[in-house]
């Protein structure tokens, strides 16, 4: 399993950026899929994921912003971001895990065993 997260970079406030996620080695319609961020001095959360079945959740803190469509043909998911705010700034991580997940844990780091590596995105105000 690999993952390949790009499309970060430096955006100003109210801007949108899309990330991509680049999945190799598995087959991405067996998975479910999730972005999540590290803030400078806190601990990586839970951003969006999406599950086999396409359904999707959000943390609190960008829902409404946020989406996290999938392409299976591609092997590709995307996290695409609108109206960002500085609080945003974060390394964004993508990460895979086989088969099904409970909606009560879906966002949580230890659900997912399978991470790629971070792409930074940074909010100027």
């Known amino acids: 399993v690999q993952l390949q997260a790009s499309g970060g970079g430096l955006v100003e406030a109210g801007g949108s950026l899309r990330l991509s996620c680049a999945a190799s080695g598995f087959t991405l319609e067996n998975y479910a899929m999730g972005w999540f961020r590290r803030a400078p001095g806190k601990e990586r959360e839970g951003v969006s994921s999406i599950t086999v079945g396409g359904d999707t959740y959000y943390a609190d803190s960008v829902k409404g912003r946020f989406t996290i469509p999938r392409d299976n043909a591609k092997n590709m998911v995307y996290l695409q971001m609108n109206n960002l705010s500085p609080e945003d700034t974060a390394v964004y991580y993508c990460?895979?895990?086989?088969?099904?997940?409970?909606?009560?844990?879906?966002?949580?780091?230890?659900?997912?065993?399978?991470w790629g590596q971070g792409t930074q995105v940074t909010v100027s105000s």
């Open positions: 990460a895979a895990r086989r088969g099904s997940l409970s909606p009560s844990i879906i966002l949580r780091t230890v659900s997912f065993y399978d």
